[in-house]
C-alpha cells in the first residue's frame, strides 16, 4: 500500500524488502518495486525476490531506476538504465560486526541520490560508510567527521570526494 502512495504522490522511494521478503507473495513483491527509485537487495535477497516472482535480473532492473545488489567483502554493482557499475568495496581497519552495514549502505546511496553524484561515486561513498560499521561492534556504534570521511574515501579509492 505505502509503495503505491508513493507512486500517485509522486515521491521518489526506495524498495529495500531486507529480511521481510519472503512474508510477500509474487504480486505484492512485484508492486513493492515497480516505479521505485531503487530497489536494494543483497546477493541472497535478489536471488530469493527472482525465484518467489520468477523474473530475471534483466526483469527486476526494468522495474525500477536503480538496482543496487550488494555482494559483502566483494563489493556491489549498481544496475541503472541498461548499464552495470561494479563498485569496490573500501577497507576496514579492522572488521567486528557486519550488523548495520546494509543499513549504512544504504544511507550512503542516499546521500548520492539527494546530491545527483554520479553512479561509481555514490556507490564508493556507500561502500565507506558501511565500512564503519563493521570496525565496531553494534549498529549505532560508529561516527566520523567530514573531513575523516573524505580522507578516507582519498585513501581507498584514489580521488577526491566533493561533497558537503
Known amino acids: 500500500r505505502h509503495a503505491e502512495e ?7 522511494f526506495i524498495f529495500d524488502p531486507g529480511q ?7 504480486e505484492e513483491l512485484i508492486g ?7 530497489a536494494m537487495f543483497n546477493d541472497y535477497e535478489l536471488h530469493l525476490f527472482m525465484d518467489k516472482t520468477g523474473m530475471s535480473e534483466k526483469e527486476v532492473e ?11 567483502s566483494k563489493g556491489s554493482v549498481i544496475h541503472h538504465q541498461g548499464k552495470e557499475y561494479k563498485i569496490p568495496t573500501a577497507k576496514p581497519q ?18 548520492g541520490l539527494l546530491n545527483e553524484m554520479p553512479i561509481d561515486k555514490m556507490g564508493k561513498i556507500a561502500a ?3 565500512v564503519y560499521t563493521v570496525e565496531k561492534y553494534g549498529t ?9 570521511f573524505k580522507q578516507r574515501y582519498q585513501e581507498n579509492f584514489g580521488e577526491e570526494l566533493e561533497i558537503n
Not at 140 to 148: A, N
Open 6 to 12: 508513493f507512486r500517485q504522490a509522486e515521491v521518489p
Open 20 to 26: 521481510g521478503l519472503p512474508l510477500f507473495n509474487k
Open 32 to 38: 513493492m518495486i515497480s516505479g521505485s527509485k531503487a
Open 62 to 72: 526494468k522495474l525500477t531506476e536503480y538496482l543496487i545488489v550488494t555482494f559483502g
Open 94 to 111: 579492522s572488521i567486528s560486526d557486519p550488523t548495520g552495514a546494509g543499513d549504512a549502505y544504504r544511507a550512503g546511496i542516499i546521500k
Open 128 to 130: 565507506l560508510a558501511s
Open 140 to 148: 549505532q556504534t560508529h561516527s566520523y567527521s567530514l573531513k575523516e
